[in-house]
């Protein structure tokens, strides 16, 4: 079974703070991928980032970076100098093969 | 531009109606997916399909069905609607090809079971 834990329900910085959103997960498949999704008011998910168990590299883009570290089964999701328009929840999911488990999501408000 | 859409943005129905959510995408995406999201949960999966009238259930499937005749539309069909099934239904597709492409998501449909 596939688990995703999102240990922070909610966020509130003030606009430029660096904000750190956690994601542990837990999975026996050895072959897996890891996202995050963000959910601003209007609804609609959007897709921010694709890793795969290979690659722990870092990445960044932008203001986002993320952190991937096998060892402690953790994917974590920094935004650098926080904005408003980043005030959303913010999913990470796992899919070893073509089903997300989801995150129960962090609530994510910067206040300006 | 990529696009998923959804029949409709807020929907109330009475406890016993038979219940159809309505999804399309524009994309030629192979697979399709209907999730619903409840607050602390995050999104929980219903049922996918994979290709034209094939469906899998997903982790809670009791209480719907699907039905998937052309490509590009994926419908959720809540057989007798109760209360419980009020939540934010969400709809997603993406390509064939294993886990490495991500899903698109429509703008969800918010049901009221009343």
């Known amino acids: 079974a596939q688990k995703v834990t999102q240990a922070q329900t909610e966020i509130s910085v003030v606009e430029k703070e660096d904000v750190t959103l956690d994601c542990v997960y837990e999975t026996r498949d050895t072959t897996y991928y890891l996202f995050w999704y963000k959910q601003p008011p209007s609804g609609e998910l959007v897709f921010l980032i694709r890793?795969?168990?290979?690659?722990?590299q870092n990445e960044i883009s932008g203001r986002y970076s993320w952190n991937f570290q096998k060892s402690t089964s953790s994917f974590n999701f920094t935004i650098t100098a926080s904005q408003v328009v980043d005030s959303a929840v913010y999913f990470c999911a796992l899919s070893p093969f073509l089903k997300l488990s989801f995150g129960a999501g962090t609530t994510v408000t910067v206040r300006a | 531009d990529v696009k998923v859409t959804q029949s409709s943005r807020y929907l109330v129905k009475r406890t016993g109606e038979k219940v159809f959510l309505e999804c399309v995408q524009d994309m030629d995406h192979e697979n399709m997916f209907w999730y619903r999201q409840d607050p602390g949960l995050g999104l929980r999966l219903i049922y996918f399909?994979?290709?034209?009238?094939?469906?899998e259930k997903g982790d809670i499937p009791e209480g719907y069905s699907v039905s998937r005749e052309k490509k590009e539309r994926f419908s959720l069909i809540l057989e007798s609607a109760s209360t419980n099934q009020t939540s934010m239904y969400l709809c997603a597709s993406s390509l064939m090809g294993g886990t490495h492409y991500e899903q698109y998501f429509g703008p969800g449909t918010r049901l009221t079971v009343t």
């Open positions: 890793r795969n168990s290979f690659d722990e």
């Open positions: 399909s994979y290709d034209v009238k094939m469906k």
